[in-house]
Nanobody, 124 residues
């Protein structure tokens, strides 16, 4: 089981930026995927962005063009750079990991390892 710890959440004004970090106890060199999810009060959890060790990257429609996912393998950390934040981005953001054999794709489905989450609040 991979342990995941998120950091970087906080309060920001609309139009501002935040960078979330997801640090893993281990980051397999291949066949693994890490995704960022968010859940706002009263709403279902939704996938925001995913990254696979084989080079797959994907974004939700709301994240595309504003958020960027990246990885530092030496630090075993996955980052989510969030720009032009909007009040509707307010949520608890969590990262999750799973074994993944999908090659240069990634998925938002069936993740096994979860972090505790970090709160992002965007004021208008």
């Amino acid at each position: 089981e991979v342990q995941l710890v998120e950091s970087g959440g906080g309060l920001v004004q609309a139009g501002g930026s935040l960078r979330l970090s997801c640090t893993a106890s281990e980051l397999p060199f291949e066949n693994y995927s890490i995704a960022w999810f968010r859940q706002a009060p009263g709403k279902r959890r939704e996938g925001v962005s995913c990254f696979s060790t084989d080079g797959g990257i994907d974004y939700s429609a709301s994240a595309k063009g504003r958020f960027t996912i990246s990885a530092d393998r030496i630090k075993k950390t996955i980052y989510l750079q969030m720009n032009n934040l909007k009040p509707e981005d307010t949520a608890v953001y969590s990262c999750a990991g799973r074994v993944w054999y999908g090659g240069r794709w990634c998925t938002f489905d069936l993740y096994d390892d979860w972090g505790q989450g970090t709160q992002v609040t965007v004021s208008s």
